[in-house]
């Protein structure tokens, strides 16, 4: 099976942090965390996990009841896809304006050194 580029819904990118964060788990353990900050119910995560399955984000194993789902995109590459599209779209591929939005947000002293020390890293600084 091979993976498409697809930029995943909001509800699906949800079910895709479940499983970075968790690693491959069955649909009722991705409804359960999902239902600690919204009310999902458990055939609405099923219908997504397995819409998902289809456009080959996820990735199922098991037989009769128990399949466990586990997310074949990575984190990383979809976080970098979905930047790109929202920098392009929202700043006009200007990452000084997203710098300048995102400076609004008041960063604590902890990111903010972990901010210069990865524009270091890109300037070839230290490493």
Same mark, same amino acid.
């Given at each position: 099976?091979? *993976? ?5 819904? =909001? !509800? =699906? ?26 009310? *999902?119910?458990?055939? *609405? *995560?099923?219908?997504?996990? %397995?819409?998902? @399955? ?5 990735? #199922?194993?098991?037989?009769?009841? %128990?399949?466990?789902? =586990?997310?074949?995109? $990575? =984190?990383?590459?979809? %976080?970098? $896809? +979905? @930047?790109?599209? &929202?920098?392009? $779209?929202? &700043? ?7 710098? %300048?939005?995102? !400076?609004? $947000? ?9 901010? #210069? #020390?990865? +524009? ?8």
């Amino acid at each position: 099976m091979t *993976t498409k580029l697809t930029y995943p819904t =909001e !509800s =699906e990118l949800e079910i895709l942090q479940v499983l970075w964060q968790n690693g491959p788990n069955p649909v009722r353990f991705v409804n359960d965390k999902l239902n600690e900050t919204r009310d *999902t119910g458990y055939t *609405t *995560t099923l219908k997504m996990m %397995q819409i998902m @399955l289809e456009k080959g984000m996820l990735t #199922r194993k098991g037989a009769g009841r %128990q399949h466990i789902y =586990e997310a074949v995109v $990575r =984190e990383e590459e979809t %976080q970098q $896809r +979905l @930047l790109d599209r &929202f920098l392009d $779209r929202a &700043f006009g591929g200007s990452a000084t304006k997203l710098v %300048q939005a995102l !400076s609004q $947000r008041r960063p604590d002293t902890d990111e903010v050194a972990e901010i #210069r #020390r990865i +524009l270091d890293q890109m300037e070839g600084g230290e490493k």
